[in-house]
Every structure is written in C-alpha cells, then in structure tokens.
T-cell receptor, first 112, second 116 residues
Framework: SQQGEEDPQALSIQEGENATMNCSYKTSINNLQWYRQNSGRGLVHLILIRSNEREKHSGRLRVTLDTSKKSSSLLITASRAADTASYFCATDAPSNTGKLIFGQGTTLQVKP | NAGVTQTPKFRVLKTGQSMTLLCAQDMNHEYMYWYRQDPGMGLRLIHYSVGEGTTAKGEVPDGYNVSRLKKQNFLLGLESAAPSQTSVYFC???????????????FGPGTRLTVL
C-alpha cells in the first residue's frame, strides 16, 4: 500500500510564484526524498532530508520535515515554466533493502 | 556513462503473449528495482534485487518474474500478459540499501507496455 499521500494532486501557478507541495506518511522513516518526473520521462532525485533534520535547502528548493506529524513539504520558490512536472515524495522503509515507498505525486503546471 | 537504460521503449502485446523487459546500469550499483506506474497510483514496486543472483517480491509481484544473473542487468518477465498489466514500467538502481546510508535511486526512461 502507498506510504505517502501528497497534497494537492494538481497545482497550477504563474511563473514567478512559489509552489508548495505536501506529503504525509504513515510509519517511521530514516529519510524522505523528493523526486521530479517530467512528462514521459523517468524520475529524477531532487533532495533528501533525514529524520533528524527539520529543514533543508537546495537552490530554489526548500524541504521541511515534521516527524511528529509525519509530514513533509516541498517549496519551489520563484517558479519557472521549466518546473512544470510531477513531484513525488518517497520514504525509505526501516530495512536494509533500499526500498522506497512513493506517494501518488503532485502535478505542477507553471504558466509562463 | 549511460546510467540506467531500458529496452524496449514501447511494446504492444496480445493477451497471453510473453515478453522480457531488460534493465541495464553501468554505475556498479548493488540494488535494482522494477516499478510500474499507473495514472493516479504513483509508483508501485514489483520486484527488487539486493545483489547479483538475488531477487525479492515487492508490493505487486503477481504475474511477473525477475532475474538478476549479472550485477548490471535486471530482467522483468511477463509469462502470460494480461490487459491489467498495461502500464509504464520503470527500472531503478541504487548504490546502497543500508538504512543508515544515502540511497538515492536512479531511474531509467521507462517502457510503455500495452496489452490488448
């Protein structure tokens, strides 16, 4: 079963605006990752945040993690049309197999 | 460095036919995974492998088999295709499965399979 649930399912904004996507999960984690998928392509890793971290930045991306609420958010600042894609959160299971459990994704459209 | 490659890119099968999807990685990764992606369902893990010669079931393994005879290759087989297996299939690999280590997964471009 899916571990993560993402909200909203779809988001449409104007270029230059900020986009915020949320992810909730059910069980304890070691880390949470965010991936991006352009239409017709495979997923690409964006950023990882460990369970003992609360916030992490990478360029225009900001990720927060609240383990008490079992939730994470991804903020993309000053969005560009090229940011149009689907974004997925993924949590690792506390095992040694490297398995990730993906959310259903948020589809972001950035209008020029 | 090609990363993760998948063949074929597209395939149309009739119900009952069989086929094998090939995944290859040139990053010397130990761990490899097969996912399927359906609209509104995100990615679901079919099978995975933690090393050459080993395989394990994921979330939705029924109707699929896998083999990992060589470290760089991970094959996904459909013995008797069904319309419910129409999907986009992604292969991924990672360098470590340790819960204490960074386990970013690298994805292939996907195979779009239609079963009529």
């Amino acid at each position: 079963s899916q571990q993560g649930e993402e909200d909203p399912q779809a988001l449409s904004i104007q270029e230059g605006e900020n986009a915020t996507m949320n992810c909730s999960y059910k069980t304890s984690i070691n880390n949470l990752q965010w991936y991006r998928q352009n239409s017709g392509r495979g997923l690409v890793h964006l950023i990882l945040i460990r369970s003992n971290e609360r916030e992490k930045h990478s360029g225009r991306l900001r990720v927060t993690l609240d383990t008490s609420k079992k939730s994470s958010s991804l903020l993309i600042t000053a969005s560009r049309a090229a940011d149009t894609a689907s974004y997925f959160c993924a949590t690792d299971a506390p095992s040694n197999t490297g398995k990730l459990i993906f959310g259903q994704g948020t589809t972001l459209q950035v209008k020029p | 460095n090609a990363g993760v490659t998948q063949t074929p890119k597209f395939r149309v099968l009739k119900t009952g036919q069989s086929m094998t999807l090939l995944c290859a990685q040139d990053m010397n990764h130990e761990y490899m995974y097969w996912y399927r992606q359906d609209p509104g369902m995100g990615l679901r893990l079919i099978h995975y492998s933690v090393g050459e010669g080993t395989t394990a079931k994921g979330e939705v393994p029924d109707g699929y088999n896998v083999s990992r005879l060589k470290k760089q290759n991970f094959l996904l087989g459909l013995e008797s295709a069904a319309p419910s297996q129409t999907s986009v299939y992604f292969c991924a690999s990672s360098s470590s499965g340790s819960s204490r280590a960074y386990n970013e997964q690298f994805f292939g471009p996907g195979t779009r399979l239609t079963v009529l």
